[in-house]
């Protein structure tokens, strides 16, 4: 009995490692080893609920380091706090008009010395001042597993802004943008080593992550939403997601912490 107990609350505590908003289990948690999770206490999260993300406090980033941010919407707050909290270098990437757009009002309103909404919000605003401002530069195109002009399909619900070119929602409008993989991307910047990477691109993970392994250009911080863990295009999603963090492992990389359908890797040392 007092084993029996005693795995329960082991169990119980391992569990309460991958718990997201509003105290709900991560449905990622069949699909990594949270023997290897980090404590809460070795945890930082950035950003608001909507957009935050969570990396080790034991990061290392500073203001040497080049941070990559794939998928923005109309909630840059992590990548602001990497910049305010760091000092890092932040490259943000999103071909999405509105991501376009609130990125463009964003500077207008910080330079005029104007308050601006994260995520149209009528109480949480950005903190970001304009000297900060500098070490943020936005890319209005795709990241992907290769350099071609990809449609990206709306979301059904036109007050939301993520697109997908998986066409995760299954709709039939969409905008045409160009795409690169990561290693172009950075050629084209004249980057040759990023320090933290962050995936939010609806569907199109996969692709990116696969690129990345078989090239061996994994960073030493892989941040992923796998989108699939919340609209699966089909039966087979499951599988999708356990080969590519499986994937992810083989390279490397350790799964340290998930919240939601977010996941946090380290490069093993």
Excluded at 14 to 29: D, E, I
Excluded at 100 to 113: M, P
Excluded at 205 to 228: K, W
Aim: aromatic share 8%; net charge neutral.
């Amino acid at each position: 009995m007092i084993i029996k107990q005693m795995l329960q609350k082991a169990v119980g505590t391992l569990r309460g490692l991958a718990r997201g908003r509003g105290g709900r289990v991560s449905p990622l948690l069949p699909y990594v080893d949270y023997t290897r999770l980090f404590p809460h206490g070795e945890l930082l999260r950035l950003g608001t609920v909507y957009g935050g993300w969570i990396i080790p406090k034991d990061h290392g980033l500073t203001a040497d380091s080049l941070c990559y941010c794939a998928g923005a919407g109309e909630d840059i707050s992590f990548e602001c706090a990497l910049v305010e909290r760091f000092g890092c270098r932040v490259r943000v990437i999103d071909p999405t008009p509105r991501a376009v757009q609130h990125f463009r009002d964003l500077e207008r309103a910080i330079r005029s010395g104007k308050r601006f909404p994260m995520n149209n919000s009528r109480s949480d605003f950005y903190s970001i001042t304009e000297a900060h401002l500098d070490r943020l530069s936005f890319l209005p195109v795709g990241l992907a597993n290769q350099d071609a002009e990809l449609k990206f399909y709306l979301p059904r619900n036109p007050a939301h802004v993520s697109c997908s070119v998986v066409n995760l929602q299954k709709t039939d409008r969409y905008f045409t943008a160009p795409c690169f993989r990561l290693s172009s991307i950075m050629r084209q910047q004249g980057d040759r080593v990023i320090d933290l990477l962050k995936i939010d691109i609806e569907g199109a993970e996969y692709g990116v992550i696969e690129d990345l392994a078989a090239s061996e250009s994994l960073p030493r911080l892989l941040l992923v939403e796998f989108d699939e863990a919340h609209t699966p295009l089909d039966d087979k999603a499951p599988e999708r997601i356990n080969s590519h963090i499986a994937l992810l492992a083989r390279a490397g990389m350790r799964c340290v912490a998930v919240e939601n359908s977010n996941v946090t890797f380290v490069k093993a040392l």
